[in-house]
C-alpha cells in the first residue's frame, strides 16, 4: 500500500489503534489523507515516492510518519478517519491518541461554515479532555483562499484561541508544497512529536 498501511474498515477496537499518537479529522476533501502523505517526507525519504493522488478514505488508515534523527522514537502514527465517518469519529476520542489534528479547506467557502461547527463540536468533546487540538487550515495554495481575517469573522477563530489556550493551535499549510516551501509543514510535525514526546526539549536533540 502506497501510504503508509491503509486499513480501510478497521473500527477503534482493533488491537492495532492502540498505538495511535494523533487523530485525523476534518470534513471530506480537506486534504488529511494528502498532508498524510506529504508529512511522512519532512524527515523522511520518501520525497520519490510522494503522489499528488489521493483516493477518498472510506473507513480509517494510518500513516507511520519518520522523525528525525536523535529522536527517542522512530515514528509518529497518525490514524485517518475519513469525512465519510464522520458519525463514527467520536469512536477514537477515548482512544489512547496524545492529540487531534482538524482539518478545514479554506479554497472551499461553501463547507467552511460546517467545518467551523464540526471544530466546535470536536473542542467540547468529553472525550478528549484538554487534549491539544490543531486546526490545520488547508490548501492555501490555491488562488482563492479565505483570509485569515475573513475566518476569524465568520468562524470566530481568534475568540477560539482565547476560549482555549495552549490547547487549540491554529496552522496554514498546503501539502501540493514542498516541507521546503511550506515550512508550517514541519513546524506542525515537530508539534506532534513534542506532544508525543510530552517534553519540548525532545526537539532540541535535532540541533545538536
Ligand atoms: N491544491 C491543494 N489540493 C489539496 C491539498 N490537500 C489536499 N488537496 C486535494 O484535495 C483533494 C482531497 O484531499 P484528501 O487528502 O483526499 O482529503 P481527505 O480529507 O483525506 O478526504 P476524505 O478521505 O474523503 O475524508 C485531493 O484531490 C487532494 O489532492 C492542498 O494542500 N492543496
Ligand atoms: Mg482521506
Given at each position: 500500500m502506497s501510504n503508509g498501511g491503509l486499513c480501510c474498515g478497521?473500527?477503534?477496537?482493533?488491537?492495532?489503534?492502540?498505538?495511535?499518537?494523533i487523530l485525523f479529522i476534518g470534513?471530506?476533501?480537506?486534504?488529511k489523507t494528502l498532508l498524510g502523505q506529504r508529512l511522512r517526507t519532512v524527515y523522511g525519504k520518501a520525497h520519490a515516492a510522494f503522489r499528488l493522488v489521493t483516493t477518498e478514505t472510506n473507513g480509517s488508515q494510518d500513516f507511520r510518519v519518520p522523525t528525525f534523527?536523535?529522536?527517542?522514537?522512530?515514528e509518529i502514527r497518525i490514524r485517518e478517519c475519513g469525512g465519510s465517518m464522520q458519525p463514527l469519529w467520536?469512536?477514537?476520542?477515548?482512544?489512547?491518541?496524545?492529540a487531534v489534528v482538524f482539518t478545514l479547506d479554506?479554497?472551499?467557502?461553501?463547507t467552511l461554515a460546517t467545518g467551523g461547527v464540526e471544530l466546535q463540536r470536536v473542542l467540547q468533546q468529553?472525550?478528549?479532555?484538554s487534549k491539544p487540538i490543531c486546526l490545520a487550515l488547508t490548501k492555501?495554495?490555491?488562488?482563492?483562499t479565505v483570509p485569515r481575517a475573513e475566518l476569524d469573522l465568520a468562524l470566530g477563530l481568534s475568540d477560539l484561541e482565547k476560549l482555549y489556550p495552549g490547547r487549540l493551535r491554529i496552522t496554514a499549510i498546503s501539502s501540493v508544497h514542498s516541507p521546503e516551501e511550506c515550512p508550517e509543514l514541519k513546524a506542525l510535525l515537530d508539534w506532534m512529536i513534542e506532544v508525543k514526546a510530552g517534553?519540548?526539549?525532545?526537539?532540541?536533540a535535532k540541533r545538536q
Amino acid at each position: 500500500m502506497s501510504n503508509g498501511g491503509l486499513c480501510c474498515g478497521s473500527g477503534p477496537d482493533s488491537p492495532a489503534d492502540d498505538t495511535d499518537d494523533i487523530l485525523f479529522i476534518g470534513l471530506q476533501g480537506s486534504g488529511k489523507t494528502l498532508l498524510g502523505q506529504r508529512l511522512r517526507t519532512v524527515y523522511g525519504k520518501a520525497h520519490a515516492a510522494f503522489r499528488l493522488v489521493t483516493t477518498e478514505t472510506n473507513g480509517s488508515q494510518d500513516f507511520r510518519v519518520p522523525t528525525f534523527k536523535g529522536c527517542p522514537f522512530k515514528e509518529i502514527r497518525i490514524r485517518e478517519c475519513g469525512g465519510s465517518m464522520q458519525p463514527l469519529w467520536r469512536n477514537w476520542y477515548s482512544r489512547p491518541i496524545k492529540a487531534v489534528v482538524f482539518t478545514l479547506d479554506v479554497s472551499d467557502p461553501a463547507t467552511l461554515a460546517t467545518g467551523g461547527v464540526e471544530l466546535q463540536r470536536v473542542l467540547q468533546q468529553p472525550e478528549l479532555g484538554s487534549k491539544p487540538i490543531c486546526l490545520a487550515l488547508t490548501k492555501v495554495d490555491l488562488p482563492f483562499t479565505v483570509p485569515r481575517a475573513e475566518l476569524d469573522l465568520a468562524l470566530g477563530l481568534s475568540d477560539l484561541e482565547k476560549l482555549y489556550p495552549g490547547r487549540l493551535r491554529i496552522t496554514a499549510i498546503s501539502s501540493v508544497h514542498s516541507p521546503e516551501e511550506c515550512p508550517e509543514l514541519k513546524a506542525l510535525l515537530d508539534w506532534m512529536i513534542e506532544v508525543k514526546a510530552g517534553d519540548p526539549a525532545v526537539l532540541s536533540a535535532k540541533r545538536q
